[in-house]
């Protein structure tokens, strides 16, 4: 095996970035893939209480990288799939620990064991996002249909690009089909127009999201959620499937019609 | 067209401006003022009516370009005018 090395970023914070990773490890793994996700964010760490993770952590990114333990005992196990592990940020420490060679040294180690390695990167464009995208081969820039989001997910993508790590592919987070109806909530084709990147997905806002990082339990587990089975979809794609997107163009039955067959499980 | 009341559209509008600054580097007056020391390099040497004139930054993927379309005063009108 010869992993992919998928690093999560979106320059602005709170869009999704963890989610995002969490779930499309778990819909990797859940489709067969072997999976090791890294928490980038030293200092800030949560990809694993998103994963239901956090009590199983004994060693960290920072261990592993300093040399208190070995890849084996930093990787845990996540217990509900076959092939899924968690590398946890360290709490106690700031980005500076780790640097972006470590990162890639790090990743090599790896590579040779897994599918895929997902790194979730923390927010802003300082030594945290440098060290996340080091070792990347595939960007995946996560953001939201507004402003901010939108100009900070711009300025990322200008950066990953400069360190030719591009060009980014978007996943368009919290699109609320209501809003986006009623002119009120920017349509995906003008975030894409906007940005002129390759879209890999459009999730839509879902409470079960809440409900299921409540749980520690992302929704790409379970089959019916929209945001879920949307993950499961950026999963297969990253694998090179033909994943058709939602059309925001048409509502001729009613939007909601739509997006319920388009997103439907199982249908391709 | 409905008369701008959709926030999306005024939200996309506003994207397109700001980020044509932040990929440029360039303020509006910063834009401005090349606009206008651009015009008066060539008013030294051809004749031109400021008010004809039309420089703007466009994009074209994720690459800008400064797109200048400047109406020149035909020669004879030249000669006629001074």
Known sequence: ??????????????????TTTANLAVALACQGQKVVCIDGDIGLRNLDVV???????????????????????????????????LIPAAQTRDKSAVSPSDMVRLCDEIRPEVDWILIDSPAGIERGFRNSIAPADIVLVVTNP?????????????????????????????????????????????VLELLAVELIGIIPEDESVVVSTNRGQPVAFEGTSKAGVAFRNVARRLQGEQVPFLNLQENNNGFFGRFTRLLKPGRV | MK????????????????????????????????????????????????????????????????????????????????
């Open chain 1, 51 to 85: 994963l239901g993770l956090e009590n199983r952590i004994v060693y960290d990114l920072v261990d592993l990288v300093e040399g208190r333990c070995r890849l084996r005992q930093a990787m845990i196990k996540d217990k509900r799939i076959p092939e899924l592990y």
């Open chain 1, 146 to 190: 507004e402003v901010s989001a939108v100009r900070d997910a711009d300025r990322i993508i200008g950066l990953v690009e400069a360190e030719e790590k591009g060009p980014a592919r978007l996943i368009i987070n919290r699109v609320n089909p209501v809003l986006t109806k009623r002119g009120d909530m920017l349509d995906p084709d003008d």
């Open chain 1, 1 to 18: 095996m010869a992993a992919k090395v998928v690093t999560v970023t979106s320059g602005k914070g709170g869009v999704g970035k963890t």
């Open chain 2, 3 to 82: 008369t701008n009341s959709k926030s999306a559209d005024e939200a996309k509008e506003r994207l397109k401006l700001v980020l044509i600054q932040d990929r440029t580097n360039l303020t509006p007056g910063q834009l401005e003022a090349m606009k206008n020391e651009l015009l008066e390099v060539i008013s030294r040497y051809v004749e031109i009516d400021p008010k004809a004139v039309s420089i703007f930054m466009d994009q074209e993927g994720r690459e800008q370009r400064l797109v200048a379309d400047i109406p020149l005063k035909p020669a004879a009108s030249r000669r006629r005018t001074r």
